[in-house]
Nanobody, 124 residues
Framework: QVQLVESGGGLVQAGGSLRLSCAAS????????MGWFRQAPGKEREFVAT????????NYADSVKGRFTISRDDAKNTVYLQMNSLKPEDTAVYYC?????????????????WGQGTQVTVSS
């Protein structure tokens, strides 16, 4: 199985940027499609972005399109989430997830491996 560890969260003002990282270990990283999800206080966890195993196919939630970018560096076994033009409603715990399924996978149940999450707080 694969282990995932997120980092890069923090406090930022509205309009600012953050880059989240998710380091994977344990198995061949390129065998996994990767996703980012988030959970705001009092809300269910929701899909943010996903990238296929090759990294060539990506998908985003409508709420982050044009502001967030998912990328992966297989040489470093790491997936990133670049977040620009942050808004207070982006405040949440962000989770990295991995799936062995091909293509892009925007659903939670399609991911069998999860990180512990990293807090992102955007102040107004």
């Amino acid at each position: 199985q694969v282990q995932l560890v997120e980092s890069g969260g923090g406090l930022v003002q509205a309009g600012g940027s953050l880059r989240l990282s998710c380091a994977a270990s344990g198995r061949t990283f390129s065998n996994y499609g990767m996703g980012w999800f988030r959970q705001a206080p009092g809300k269910e966890r929701e899909f943010v972005a996903t990238a296929s195993r090759s990294g060539t196919i990506k998908n985003y939630a409508d709420s982050v399109k044009g502001r967030f970018t998912i990328s992966r560096d297989d040489a470093k076994n790491t997936v990133y989430l670049q977040m620009n033009s942050l808004k207070p409603e982006d405040t949440a715990v962000y989770y990295c997830a991995a799936t062995t399924a091909p293509g892009i996978r925007p659903r939670e149940y399609e991911h069998g491996y999860w990180g512990q999450g990293t807090q992102v707080t955007v102040s107004s």
